[in-house]
């Protein structure tokens, strides 16, 4: 496979359940469902981490956050960690990007006032940056904006959240129903797109790695038309939650606080986005808008591919870092342990070669975000460097299941820095302690607090883990059995860069990883 191209495509905050292949009620993505069918679709593929810098670096590092130790957004990423993008560099590739990857560098590397100092939103070592737009840096997309002759605000973070005024039936259907003033070719997306489009049209004479990072259906929810009005609030699913916000926060400590946070707080408070019924099921519509737009925007790229003949040459992944709870649990924003936040898509199309990808199988087994990177070394021949967590995926993509493979997965979120003390005069949580562990299986799911109340769901009778069982007497055997599964993965899963060697009289010398 080394002549192969790759295309990397992430949207960020996609939920899994969110394609229509999938058998979903409203949003609709033609584009991804068929891409899903001429590939394989991993049903049950969940993130590793929260918010996006971190779940991110374990995308890009192939490792669990205990290891890569990126804890939230403007953390560093330790340089001694390669990455996708620097492993495609020494395949010959010059690997491009369009978006962003929230990437925030070691500061050990550079003098204090250097400028990639002063952001979390850095760039990927490896890679080179075609575009990047963002709230925090809107300029390239407004100057793209002005070569087509639209007018953009003074204030350039207008161009995330000012809606066009009076739209007629905002006060009917909520306040995110109103459109962006620009049109759907001169969105964000649709720029992404287009500098996406430009290095396609003239990608030189080698093999090419193109990762494409689309912001949406990521909040702030403000889509231009038809995707605002596309589908209606009445058909959105139902919210999962319990029956009121006080109900709900009586589940765990951290969940009150989250909620409270989440209400009065931040980009997702209630002065921003409304909480009555009307305005967030009108929330969930544009969201699904949002979707639709990035979906035929990925089908524009793929088309684009097949026109130049460079489709049945290039390797697709898409994916996404995380979700978001959209309203399930009273949460609006990413939730702490639920699975509506870590639960997202995945699906891998290969061309056809001595391994004969399936088309359009549907993968039932647990995966993760860091099965990415050494999937797609795996696919291209490369040796999958011994820092990676994850496995490779390429069995599932030939029909076949790879040995001795995971039964559950697992997911770590850390927030020491959150804001969260908890009740009494004084802290009684180390700050070490302010983090939590998950381990889910077809069945349970264990949430480990390291200094706080733990939480067991049985999800065969209650799938939206709205009953803690970890206090029931009996359950207390469950408990235990995955406290120490959760144990047995965090041993086996040590960071294990130097492991594998051994200095003496011969030098240096990589032994074995394994007894085959």
Known sequence: MESKNFLFITADQWRAECLSVLGHPTVKTPNLDALAADGVLFRNHFAQCIPCGPS???????????????LENGTPLDARHTNIALEFKKLGYDPALAGYTDTTPDPRLYPPHDPRLKTYEGILPGFKCLAMSSENFPESWAQWLR???????????????????????????????????YSKEESETAFVTDKADKFLRNPG??????????????????????????????????????????????????????????????????????????????LRATYYGLMTEVDENIGRIINLLKETGQYENTVIVFTSDHGVQLGDHYLLGQGPYFDQTFHVP?????????????????????????????????????????????????????????ERFRT????????????????????????????????????????HFVAMPHLLFDLKKDP???HNLAEDPAYTAIVLKYAQKMLSWRMTNDERTLTYMIIGPKGVVKRPRSYK
Not at 411 to 435: A, H, M, Q, T
Request: proline letters at 10%; aromatic letters at 14%; charged letters at 25%.
């Open 464 to 466: 939206e883990e709205l």
């Open 56 to 70: 991110r670096a374990s995308i890009f590092t192939g490792m669990y956050l205990q290891n890569h130790r990126s």
């Open 147 to 181: 070569e087509r002759g639209y007018k953009v605000p003074e204030n350039l973070r207008d161009l995330y959240y000012k809606s066009v005024e009076g739209y007629p039936g905002v006060e009917e259907r909520g306040k995110t129903y109103a459109p962006a003033p």
């Open 205 to 282: 004479t080698r093999p090419w790695f193109l990762h494409i990072s689309y912001l949406k259906p990521h909040r702030p929810y403000l889509a231009p038309e038809p995707y605002n009005w596309l589908y209606h609030p009445d058909d959105v699913p139902d919210f999962k939650r319990a029956s009121s916000p006080e109900e709900e926060a009586n589940q765990h400590p951290f969940l009150a606080f989250q909620l409270e946070k989440n209400l009065n707080s931040g980009y997702y408070s209630a002065s921003m986005y409304p909480r009555d019924e009307k305005s967030m099921r009108q």
């Open 346 to 402: 995945l699906v891998i199309r290969a061309p056809d070669g001595k391994r004969q990808q399936q088309r359009g199988r549907v993968i039932n087994a647990f995966t993760e975000n860091i099965d990415i990177f050494p999937t797609i070394m795996d696919m291209f021949g490369a040796d999958i460097p011994i820092q990676c967590d994850g496995r490779s995926l390429v069995p599932f993509l030939i029909g076949k299941t790879p």
């Open 408 to 447: 559950e997965v697992h997911w770590e979120v850390d927030f020491r820095y959150s804001g969260y003390l908890p009740p009494g005069k004084e802290p009684v949580i180390n700050f070490d302690e302010y983090s939590l562990n998950v381990i889910r299986d077809e069945h349970y799911k264990y949430v």
